[in-house]
């Protein structure tokens, strides 16, 4: 088994993560400021190495890829690199001692689609400064994968959803109030047709698919791989299923994008980020090399987080039979 260090563990994906690497016999060591609990609890924390690290003032000093370094990873998985130079300090200091790196990056390198589903073969067209961050990181790793053999891998999730997790909800923002407005049947306005769509995928599919690379190293090692659910759902097909959980009937109205992002209020600007990308990727190369197939549908997923949510008391649903 491996020595795995993981960068940023303590996340959602790590609560996932972490307990599965353990199960699997491998030595652990999570990597984080020590600030974050895990959402979900696992006798496998109290087995694991435990280092706090703060990146951001490691990076400052140049120390932190040396430190990962001197932690003697076999395997090293970044989830918590969000530009380049970030990722270069990590990669140069484990240069010529690792067996795999893997990057974490995202479905936001993609901008606005072209063909439905992307596939990894369209180019990354990113519109914000995160996803041209993380597109800058993984061009680069190809790069380092190919010319001096870098045992990268880089794998984009889509909107990461589970328990302890807001879902990103049928108008596209974190909102947990949009469910509580559909269990009690009010009325929901989507944007124009209600046709745009997002991509969720489960936290334990995303830490899934990570053991799937693991174990296929030579089929992973120098590529880049969508991390999503296996399909992506409309804006209007995703309320109406919401409504019809709560036992509603659908209420729903439309206006113009424009119009109707103004009422967002705080959220409008995230809205308008998952809004104008409209996400949907096709997993058929991690299916095809990794054999990855999720969990989790993506109404799975969020009728999990939702069930947990109205737990809570995050989602106010009294009747709510999911």
């Known amino acids: ?34 600030a974050a609990r895990p959402y979900r609890p696992h006798e496998a924390w109290s087995r694991i ?19 990962i370094a001197a932690l003697e990873p076999d395997i090293v998985i970044d989830m918590i690199a969000f530009d380049l130079e970030s990722t270069q300090q990590v990669v140069e200091a484990l240069r010529g001692r690792i067996e795999h790196y893997l990057f974490c990056s995202t479905i936001w ?9 992307s596939t990894e073969a369209d180019p990354p067209n990113p519109i914000d400064a995160y996803g041209k961050g993380k597109a800058e990181s993984e061009a680069w790793l190809m790069t380092q994968a190919r010319v001096t053999g870098f045992p990268a891998t880089c794998f984009r999730p889509g909107h990461i959803v589970g328990e302890g997790w807001n879902p990103i909800n049928p108008i596209g923002n974190s909102d947990p109030e ?21 991509h969720h995928v489960h ?23 969508n991390t999503v659910s296996e399909r992506a759902v409309t804006l209007r097909g995703y309320a ?27 959220y409008a600007e995230n ?5 104008i990308r409209s996400s949907c990727h096709s997993i058929e190369k991690s299916r095809q090399r990794l054999g990855y197939q999720p ?25 709510a039979q999911l």
């Open 109 to 117: 390198v993609y901008g606005r689609l072209f063909t439905i589903p």
């Open 1 to 34: 088994m491996s020595r795995i260090v993981i960068i940023g563990g303590s996340g959602h994906v790590g609560s996932y993560l972490v307990p599965a690497l353990v199960e699997r016999g491998h030595d652990v060591v999570n990597v984080s400021r020590g």
């Open 295 to 319: 969990r989790y549908t993506s109404f799975e997923a969020v009728k999990e987080s939702l069930r947990a949510m109205i737990a809570s008391g995050t989602v106010i649903a009294p009747d």
């Open 203 to 225: 936290a334990d599919d995303v830490a899934r698919w990570i053991s799937s690379a693991i174990d296929n190293r030579s089929a992973s090692i120098g590529e880049v791989f």
């Open 49 to 67: 190495e435990h280092v706090a690290l703060d990146r951001a003032a490691e990076e400052k000093s140049g120390e932190f890829g040396v430190k």
């Open 240 to 266: 109406e299923m919401v409504y019809r959980w709560f036992g509603k009937e659908p209420r729903l109205a439309y206006k113009p994008f424009e119009e109707w992002i103004l009422g967002l209020g705080d």
């Open 271 to 275: 809205t308008r980020g998952h809004i």
């Open 178 to 198: 949009v469910f509580s407005l559909i269990a009690r049947g009010d009325e929901l306005v989507l944007p124009n047709l209600g046709l745009e769509t997002v």
